[in-house]
């Protein structure tokens, strides 16, 4: 009797510590990575994963523990009751697979031999080590005016630029993006904030990314490539592939190509905690200085230049002469004007020519167009016959301009100032991101403002205007702010533009300091140097409120201009102003002109004063800001 006690006490001990023990398992680090599992506001779990079949059990998206015991039961089913052996789930789940064998939850004797499919993809991809790729901010896409970043699947391990620029083209791109159901640019914007489209994992050859960002786009390409074992590296081929199996709800602040790539990082080593130590949204940029500050994971950074840096190198390395010539070649597209000059000449200004042409007509060129096409050939049969070799150019990093170096993503300001007619005032400000000419351009697009969500407030101790003690007023809500200057340079102009929407107190008279919704469009010329940038634009906008006009609303046009000189780093003076017709609108006439100086003192400080006078109004300010 007391032996059958004993081994029944025996059992239920071993009973309770063997699911204590798969508790902890499933509440591990590894097991959460592999399922994208998130700690919910108040307790419990919730994947972000929406794919109800990768999951096996019903409830599996918000229980860790079931999910984890219904894929041991599944991993242990007969391999025969499966007629397609791509659906076993070792075949579905390699990184799953790898997981349950190192944690001894099931054995070798429990998984089928062959994953012909996954084995197809692992050895196409063959990766021997993996690249973080940031491609730079391009504004004439919404979606990607604050950069995008994706995953490479080396062939290799790279030590140089030149065995970058000899083998990448061989590697395999991971990107991550939203599936798009509509054309529609507000229905688009709606949806990408509040998660309507599904996001989803692609892999494909890495030239394909190389035509489209850095070729069609002229967007700079910067790689890091990881220092990971190749155990590691294993682990995320396969939760790619595992990624194949879901989709997530794609959320343009939080759940984007940012945040889930360094969820893919995440599996190969829990300690990293990448995608954790991501603020709540999330940047492109984010990502790479979550790398950076993750000590030892960045072994090597590379750097490659967009079409359009390619083209203005070669063209300011031809002399005046070479430069006429150059001229006539990209204007007849042969070369034909060349055959009196020597093979050393010709051949520099042959691959000038193919390097601006590459760039101007790269549509053209990629969809394979057959004038296109033919130009281009014609182009490289005459250089081709120079017999001059054809080098491979290296170009060097810029460090000024590695994005990781930029300021934080986010701004929190204080201020204080007085208004001529409010009187004294304290000001707070907020802005989501990301830059504005006046911050330091260090690792930054020099040629663009781009800001969503930044807010200010005013308080005032009392408010002379209108007779009232101790008041805060919204002053402004930018929802979106973006300026993009295409400065005027020879073969290289593009039109400049601006667009800002939000929320402004009306200063000009036009209405009792009245906050109004609006927008405002414009466009026109820019001009920039080392330390100077500029823009003169034709801009017109709409203001919305019953005080401004019998209609409730105004129209307003004319022209505004910027000036702002600026050392390489941390200071920058700016001279501005408008001038604007308005109707139908109670002031027929307003205007706005003032000076602005920002000094960064250190790479997240920095302190500005300015001054701005409108229509009756002016006002002064000093602040403190703090890039985070």
Not at 29 to 40: C, I, R, S
Not at 123 to 151: C, E, Q, R, W
Not at 513 to 534: D, N, R
Not at 613 to 623: G, I, L, T, Y
Request: net charge neutral; glycine share 6%.
């Amino acid at each position: 009797m007391k032996t059958a006690l004993l081994l029944l006490s025996f059992f239920f001990l071993s009973n309770s510590l063997a699911q204590n023990s798969l508790e902890e398992i499933a509440y591990s680090k590894k097991w959460l990575n592999l399922l994208h599992y998130k700690k919910n506001i108040f307790s419990g779990y919730t994947s972000e994963a929406d794919e109800p079949s990768f999951f096996f059990h019903t409830e599996g998206k918000s229980n860790p523990l079931l999910e984890l015991e219904e894929n041991i039961k599944n991993f242990k089913v007969s391999k025969s009751e499966f007629k397609d052996s791509s659906k076993r789930p070792e075949c579905r789940f390699p990184a799953r697979t790898r997981f349950l064998l190192n944690e001894g939850l099931i054995n070798k004797n429990h998984i089928g031999s062959n994953c012909e499919k996954f084995e197809k993809f692992k050895n196409k991809v063959n990766a021997k080590s993996i690249s973080i790729v940031f491609s730079s901010y391009f504004l004439d896409t919404p979606a990607s005016a604050f950069g995008h970043t994706f995953m490479r699947l080396n062939k290799s391990v790279r030590n140089s630029a030149t065995e970058d620029q000899n083998f990448e083209l061989l590697d395999y791109a991971v990107n991550y993006s939203a599936t798009v159901t509509t054309s529609n640019s507000l229905l688009y914007a709606i949806m990408g904030f509040a998660g309507g489209f599904k996001g989803e994992f692609a892999a494909m050859p890495y030239f394909y990314k190389v035509r489209e960002y850095n070729d069609y786009e002229s967007r700079d390409l910067w790689s890091y490539d990881l220092n990971l074992t190749q155990e590691e590296v294993d682990t995320v081929v396969a939760h790619i592939w595992e990624m194949g199996q879901t989709y997530f709800n794609y959320f343009y602040l939080t759940e984007n190509c940012s945040y889930h790539m360094l969820g893919l990082l995440d599996v190969a080593n829990e300690k990293w905690d990448l995608a954790q130590r991501n603020p709540t949204f999330v940047l492109p940029v984010d990502t790479i200085k979550t790398l950076k500050n993750t000590p030892g994971l960045i072994k090597r950074i590379g750097y490659r230049p967009s079409k359009m840096r390619i083209a203005k190198d070669s063209v300011s390395k031809l002399n005046k002469e070479q430069e006429e010539l150059f001229k006539v070649v990209i204007q007849d597209k042969n070369a034909d004007s060349l055959k009196e000059l020597g093979n050393e000449d010709k051949a520099k200004i042959l691959d000038t020519a193919i390097d601006y042409l590459d760039y101007k007509y790269s549509e053209e060129i990629l969809l394979e167009k057959k004038e296109a096409t033919k130009w281009k050939q014609d182009l490289l049969i005459s250089r081709s016959e120079t017999g001059i070799q054809n080098t491979e150019k290296t170009y060097p990093i810029i460090e000024r301009e590695r994005p990781e170096r930029g300021h934080g993503s986010r701004r929190f300001t204080l201020g204080a100032g007085e208004d001529d007619k409010r009187g004294f005032y304290q000001t707070l400000s907020y802005r989501f991101t990301l830059h504005d000419f006046y911050d330091s351009d260090i690792g930054q697009n020099p040629q663009a403002t781009m800001e969503m969500m930044n807010l200010k407030l005013k308080f005032f101790n009392k408010d002379e205007l209108k007779k009232e003690d101790s008041k805060v007023i919204i002053d402004s809500l930018k929802v979106v702010n973006v300026i993009s200057l295409s400065p005027i340079k020879k073969y290289f102009s593009n039109l400049s533009w601006k667009f800002n929407a939000g929320l402004e107190t009306i200063k000009d008279s036009g209405c009792a300091q009245c906050l109004a919704p609006g927008f405002e469009v414009g466009g026109g010329a820019s001009m920039m140097g080392k330390y100077f940038k500029s823009y003169f634009f034709i801009t017109t906008d709409v203001d919305l409120h019953k005080e401004l006009s019998k209609e409730g609303a105004r129209l307003g046009i004319g022209p505004e201009a910027e000036l702002i000189f600026n050392t390489e780093e941390s200071f920058k003076l700016g001279f501005f102003g408008d001038y604007k017709w308005r109707f139908p609108a109670h002031e027929k006439k307003t205007y706005r002109y003032g000076s602005r100086l920002r000094y960064t003192f250190i790479p997240s400080m920095a302190v500005t004063v300015e001054w701005v006078k409108e229509k009756r109004s002016n006002q002064s300010e000093a602040s403190l800001s703090y890039y985070f």
